[in-house]
């Protein structure tokens, strides 16, 4: 199985009186996001499913991403918010998929640990993630955490590039 992780687009600023969950992207961040998405696209990342946190600018995220993709509709999924752990995200979602590829769009440094918790099962390591960076990750045939191999790891300056017209 290869597993996607991607960090949402740029978000409006948390703003006194405003959930944090309910921050939408910005215009700025829309826009970069369609560069970002081309880029995944020329990557050839075929997800068969995406699982989205529920949070606005997650959820926006994925939907673009699904669209360029020519891919299912994003699901919303709670295990891809604080405060939950890779290992939540490993037994009760992950390693239940029958996808061959499935894309996680969600937010630092859940992502970051993830990506730590497959490639290590836990080690002290962690990937820092820019707003729209992403990564993929093949997780071996007999799965479980740290038998990951990091097929790339790219941030969202790079995935605009590879998507130019």
Known sequence: MI??????AIAAPAEPGTRDADRA??????????????????LGVEPG????????????????VARALDA???LPEELLTPPHTPAEVWEKLLAKSEA???LLVGHEPQLGMLAAFLLTA?????????RGAAWAIEVA???????????WLLQPRHLRSLGAE
């Open 72 to 74: 299912d509709e994003p």
């Open 122 to 130: 836990g080690a002290p390591c962690a990937l820092a993630l820019k």
């Open 100 to 102: 061959a590829e499935v």
């Open 141 to 151: 045939p007999k799965p479980g955490p740290g038998s990951g191999v990091l097929l």
């Open 49 to 64: 499913k995406i699982w989205t946190s529920p949070y606005t600018r997650a959820a926006q995220t994925a939907a673009a």
């Open 25 to 42: 992207l910005t215009p700025e961040g829309a826009r970069k996001l369609a560069g970002i998405a081309r880029g995944l696209r020329a």
């Open 3 to 8: 597993v996607y992780g991607m960090r949402h």
